[in-house]
């Protein structure tokens, strides 16, 4: 069960990322079993130029700690947290990740991320966000047939 705070950075993800235009996936699985790169990004989106974003939510210190959710993958990568977080950690974070941090109702950046070349081939991403787009229809086609 997510957080009201992981809910809360989410929309405002999903806001800042409709204004500039990207295609993004929430919960996208990156590789599989038979895969060495593997692993759940929080937000993944491609622009029309074919360059990847890949967005990691931190709500807390602990979590930022954790191994869990460090998933970087794209040609820019950003953590998403609130700005009391991000002056906690903020000398923690590697000097190519990004930093976007709540403004209003959507998001600002508070660090820039550096563009690093890809490790997956653009055609494995695209293949990844639809396999794991297909499971969210599945879920909401599940979830008009059970009404």
């Known amino acids: 069960m997510k957080s009201k705070e992981t809910i809360d950075l989410e929309n405002k993800l999903f806001r800042y990322l409709q204004k500039i235009g990207n295609y993004c996936v929430f919960e996208?699985?990156?590789?599989?079993y038979l895969t060495k790169?593997?692993?759940i990004v929080d937000c993944i989106?491609?622009?029309?130029n074919s360059i990847v974003y890949c967005y990691e939510l931190k709500i807390s210190k602990s979590d930022f700690h954790s191994k869990n959710g460090h998933n970087f993958y794209g040609n820019f990568n950003y953590y998403v947290m609130p700005v009391e977080l991000f002056e906690k950690i903020k000398d923690e974070i590697p000097k190519d990740i990004g930093v976007l941090v709540p403004y209003k109702n959507s998001l600002k950046s508070v660090k820039k991320a550096k563009k690093k070349k890809l490790e997956l081939s653009i055609t494995d991403i695209k293949d990844y966000m639809f396999r794991s787009l297909y499971r969210e229809y599945q879920k909401f086609f599940r979830i008009r047939i059970d009404k």
């Open 45 to 48: 989106c491609i622009n029309t």
């Open 28 to 32: 996208c699985q990156l590789g599989n």
């Open 37 to 39: 790169k593997a692993g």
